[in-house]
Every structure is written in C-alpha cells, then in structure tokens.
C-alpha cells in the first residue's frame, strides 16, 4: 500500500488545515487509518485515527480532542484530518499510516500500522 500525505502548510495560530491521506490501493477502505505527527527533536505521537470500513469508530490524543477530525471518503480511496484551532505545538511533521488488521482499542498503537508513507509538514506560527 502507497499512502501519500498532502496539505500541509504555514498557517498562523487559530487557522485551520485540512491534510489528506491518499492510496492506491483498491481495498482501501479495509485499512485503518492513523495520523501520527513528529516534532523535532521529539518522538513520534499519536493523533488521531479511523477504524477499517465505513470508520464508524475514531480516536483522539488528548492535545488535540474537539480540534481535530478525522473522516474518510471510500469513494475516493482517501482520509481527511480537519485541523482546526491550529497552536504553535501543533508544528510537526504528519504522517498517516495504515494497518489491515487493527481493533479500535488499538487504533492508537504506533506499531500495529504496517504501512507508512512520506508525511506532510505543518507549521504553525504564533
């Protein structure tokens, strides 16, 4: 599976950004979704994720519940993150891999994903 992530940016604090996560795989839609982001100098983190199929189920970090949503389009074999109320933290590196056979309880789990592609960088100023 080859995932590509689009839409990031500089935006200025309180903006909104809304990144795109694209396949070409078929069978997308049979792939949990996850947004990890990376910062520089810190370790990678969890942000937000979509269950497998329709993506009735979602998960949030903390830092960034009620800002952000995450949804998908079947049709065209793509998963949004809707950024908004963008901070200055918010700066990092996205990423949004995918895994085939992961649970909603572990939609957070870093190493259930099996497949990563290039991130998208998103900057926020103050």
């Known amino acids: 599976v080859q995932l590509q992530a689009s839409g990031g940016g500089l935006v200025q604090a309180g903006g909104s950004l809304r990144l795109s996560c694209t396949a070409s795989?078929?069978?997308?839609?049979?792939?949990?979704v996850g947004w990890f982001r990376q910062a520089p100098g810190k370790e990678r983190e969890f942000v937000a994720a979509?269950?497998?199929?329709?993506?009735?189920?979602?998960s949030y970090s903390d830092s960034v519940k009620g800002r952000f949503t995450v949804s998908k389009d079947n049709t065209k074999k793509a998963v949004y993150l809707q950024m908004n109320s963008l901070k200055p933290e918010d700066t990092a590196v996205y990423y949004c891999?995918?895994?085939?056979?992961?649970?909603?309880?572990?939609?957070?789990?870093?190493?259930?994903?099996?497949?990563w592609g290039q991130g998208t960088q998103v900057t926020v100023s103050s």
């Open positions: 891999p995918a895994g085939a056979r992961i649970i909603v309880s572990t939609l957070h789990l870093m190493d259930h994903y099996d497949y």
């Open positions: 795989e078929r069978t997308f839609s049979s792939y949990a």
């Open positions: 979509i269950s497998r199929w329709s993506g009735t189920s979602t």
